[in-house]
């Protein structure tokens, strides 16, 4: 009976850090893929633009996200998805990194 226990417990425990690391690689992929998007976007966008590097991967997240919802609705393939995502996560830095801007020359 204790032995049954154990052999429980220890899949249990497998089951469990299987799911931490696949979420785990999951929210990484995410956050390398915001960058790219993001990093495309400001490549995109003629100047400088006032974000840093979190901003950059953020817009580029809700950017990505944005893009997949959107191709999603237009059944569109995944080129166009990715162009959706870098025209969205462009659009985003574009106003909020141009509030910041405004909102930080004003005295």
Not at 40 to 54: C, D, I, M, N
Not at 56 to 69: E, H, Q, W
Not at 94 to 103: Q, T, W
Request: a neutral charge; hydrophobic letters at 65%; proline letters at 2%.
């Amino acid at each position: 009976m204790v032995l049954l226990i154990i052999v429980v417990a220890v899949l249990l425990l497998l089951l469990l850090g299987g799911f931490v690391l696949g979420l785990t690689l999951k929210l990484l992929g995410i956050v390398l893929t915001g960058l790219i998007i993001g990093a495309l976007a400001r490549l995109v966008l003629p100047g400088r633009q006032a974000v840093g590097w979190l901003g950059t991967v953020l817009y580029g997240i809700a950017g990505s996200l944005i893009g997949a919802i959107t191709a999603d609705i237009l059944d569109a393939g995944g080129l166009v998805q990715f162009l959706l995502a870098v025209v969205a996560s462009a659009v985003l830095i574009a106003v909020f990194a141009g509030r910041g801007a405004e909102s930080a020359t004003v005295p």
